[in-house]
C-alpha cells in the first residue's frame, strides 16, 4: 500500500488549499483514511478522518473550516482547508487504516503566513 500526498504550499492567512493523498494497493472507500499535521515542535496530531460510510469526523481546531472528502474513482482523499491561520502550519500526512496495517504517506508541508 502506497500513499502520495500533495497539494501542499504556502499561503496567507484567510487563505485556502487542497489536499491530495492518492492511495495504491488499497481501496480508499474501503478503509478508514485520516489527515494529520505535525507543526514545528510539536506532536503529531489528528486533524480529520472519514469512515468507510463517508461519515466525517474533525479536530475542534479545523472544525468548520477543514473538510474531508474521498473519492473512489481517482482512490483519492482531499483535505480542503479553508480559512487557514498561522498556527495551521505543519507537514501534514495522510493515513488509511486497512485490516492488515496502517499506512502512511510521505507528508506535504504546508505553510500559512501572517
Known amino acids: 500500500v502506497q500513499l502520495q500526498a500533495s497539494g501542499g504550499g504556502l499561503v496567507q492567512a484567510g487563505g485556502s488549499l487542497r489536499l491530495s493523498c492518492e492511495a495504491s494497493g488499497s481501496r480508499v472507500s474501503m478503509n478508514p483514511m485520516y489527515w494529520y499535521r505535525q507543526g514545528p515542535g510539536k506532536q503529531r496530531e489528528l486533524v480529520a478522518g472519514?469512515?468507510?460510510?463517508?461519515?466525517?469526523n474533525y479536530a475542534d481546531s479545523v472544525k468548520g473550516r477543514f473538510t474531508i472528502s474521498s473519492d473512489s474513482v481517482k482512490n483519492t482523499v482531499y483535505l480542503e482547508m479553508n480559512s487557514l491561520k498561522p498556527e495551521d502550519t505543519a507537514v501534514y500526512y495522510c493515513k488509511i487504516l486497512t485490516n492488515l496495517d496502517a499506512y502512511w504517506g510521505q507528508g506535504t508541508q504546508v505553510t500559512v503566513s501572517s
Open positions: 472519514i469512515t468507510v460510510g463517508g461519515n466525517p
